[in-house]
């Protein structure tokens, strides 16, 4: 029995003993979830842009950037900054040549792009050769092709960097990788019958089935835009699998996904409030 | 001889009137602890607790008083002195259902948190 189960059996059995006492006086309540991390520094937020990867129907990066501060300007007091998405894989990718190229010929890592100049972001003309967009984003397809991208992560200067464009805001970053993924196996279902005597059951029935679904895996990182430095990180990892039956779109199955990730990530930058009810005894 | 007898006699004053203090302090909790549900019930919880803290000094054996004490914590989001609220009023009551009820639903919030600041 799961805590959420158990929480909502001991709810009912509190109401059947409230019902039965005259002393007793049920209320309600809101406990309030501090935020996971202390945002009181910041005024606003910059949803920055992530390494994607996976499936190629959908553009992780950009539309989890659109979704994230979407969220945000409705359910967050920070000021969301209203920027062009960084295209975060082809500069990690930058930043690791040049690293190749610090050691051989001295060469300066890869600068963020300017706040207000020709930002190669993804929602408008991309400046890189799209030959060279298409290899790079290729390479991503799991967590292993995602690993080497990291250490852009930890660039405290390049953060540092954006965080003085835009104002020392807190940025958040981090990969999202939205996969396509079959799983063959048992499935327990209800299936309707009807018995000798003409009436209508409801029986589990169990069969072998091959369900094709998405894993969405983003991984949030929050960055101190003053220092370059990562204040928070959190990972999840959410699946969803279909009947072969039904036909979803993959933009559909990525909102789905996200849907059940969001309320974390709000709970992350701000107070939530868990409603519940109490007994109060005299 | 004297002095025994004297000392008798304050020890049979104390034991009898002591059941008549408890229950004036009862008494006087009670209606704090009262107060307090109607207050809460408007949702003047600030002001609840007070009423529960009096009654808690009142008479520090009054289960209902922490009970209700460690529910305003909560509300308020102080979820340490809910704690020792709860426990305190299961302390005195053990078997009170409704406490350990309330309190598991507590504890099924401050776990929750408690996972979060340890990720």
Redesign the interface.
Known sequence: MTARTAAAVASFALALTVSACNDVYEVPIETPIQPKMDVSPFQRVLIAGFLAGGSEDVDANLETVRLLRSQLRSKSQLKVIDADVLPLLELANEQRTDKGETSANGASPATPPPAGGPTPALNTTTQAPPKAKDVQQARIKDEKDLEPLEGIFANVDFWKKIGEEYQNPLIVTGSVLFTAHARSGFVQREQEVIDQLGRRRVVPVRTYMERKGFILQPKFIFIDGRTGTTIYSEGYKEEVLYSPQQTTPALSSYFELMDRLVPSFLSTLSTQKIKGSRVLMK | MHLRQLLAAALLVVSVSAPAFAKDARDSA?KH??F??TV??KGLWREAIYRWEQAAKIDPNY??AF??LA?AY????QFEKARKAYERALELEPDN???R??Y???K??N???NR??S?
Not at chain 2, 74 to 77: K, L, P, T, V
């Open positions: 009670k602890v009262e307090g549900i809460a019930q289960p209902a009970n209700n529910i909560e509300h308020e989001g259902q409704l406490i009820q309330n598991e639903l507590f099924e919030i776990d929750r948190t979060r600041g990720r």
